[in-house]
Structures are given as structure tokens and as C-alpha cells.
């Protein structure tokens, strides 16, 4: 799936940035116990996975899921995050939270597939956006489809 939204930003005209895919996240405490079930649901293995060492945490994703795996204590500080938005360009992103009335809950990063920001929309709802550096992603994938 991939959204494109247009929007403008301090009078300089009219940007384009796109959603390349949006993730369901389901946080578990061992992907090699719930890989198989969505596999199989599926018909495919995961198009990434990946160590977050620095988190405690493995990451796969699988269609529209975002698996984040760790230990409960590892899990909390993530679990109120219910999507991953793939993006473009997060810096245009971020410009867009600060004029739109989106709340930074966790500062701009770089984490082992590019980098990241955890935000809160108007509505409440809590969200990661992430923007792949094709070259980190390589680096880091396990899946045998690198």
C-alpha cells in the first residue's frame, strides 16, 4: 500500500511525502513461536527480521504485521505503539507533525534499518514512523531473502 499526502509547509509550496506501508504491531515474547501460524497464514516467510540489540528487542515483519519480540520488561516501554508507518522522508514528516499538532513521545533516532520517531497523533493514537536506509536493512536482515 502507498499513500501519498500532499501538504504545504511555511509558504514555500506544496510537498509531497508518501506512507510507503503501514504495520499492525503485535508484540510477543518469542517470533519463533508465533512465525510459523503467520507464515502459513500467509504463504510467505518474513521479508525482514532483524536483532535490535540495543532495545533487547528481535523485530519480523510478515504482510501488514510488525512483530516486536522481547522479554515483558523489554515490551513496555513499546506497547502502547500500535502502527509503524514506513515513510519517504521522515525529516518531512517531522516537519509536518510540528505544524499539524503531533506530539514527539520519542525523539528522532537511528535504529538498525534507518531511523525512527514515536509520535502521538491529535486523536491519541500512538505511532512510529520509520524511514528504511536500503544499505542498514541489508546489513541487519536475517531472512534468507536479503
Known amino acids: 500500500m502507498q499513500l501519498t499526502i ?22 510477543v515474547n518469542d517470533l519463533d513461536k508465533v512465525l510459523p501460524y503467520y507464515e502459513k497464514l500467509f ?21 501488514d504485521f510488525l512483530f516486536v519480540a522481547g522479554k515483558s520488561e523489554d515490551l513496555k516501554p513499546f506497547s502502547m505503539t500500535k502502527l509503524t508507518f514506513m ?23 537511528i535504529v538498525p534499518t534507518g531511523k525512527n520517531v514515536t509520535v502521538r497523533h491529535p486523536d491519541g493514537l500512538i505511532a ?13 536482515n536475517l531472512t534468507k531473502s536479503k
Do not use: W
Open 6 to 27: 500532499l501538504r504545504s509547509s511555511c509558504g514555500k509550496g506544496i510537498y509531497e511525502m508518501k506512507i510507503k506501508k503501514t504495520y499492525f504491531r503485535m508484540y
Open 43 to 63: 504463504g510467505t516467510h518474513p521479508d525482514l527480521r532483524f536483532k535490535y540489540p540495543e532495545m533487547h528487542l528481535e523485530l519480523a515483519s510478515i504482510g
Open 87 to 109: 515513510v519517504d522522508s521522515l525529516d518531512d514528516f517531522l516537519i509536518y507533525f510540528e505544524h499539524n499538532n503531533v506530539a514527539i513521545i520519542r525523539e528522532p533516532r
Open 128 to 140: 512510529e514512523y520509520v524511514e528504511h536506509q536500503p544499505a542498514q536493512v541489508k546489513a541487519v
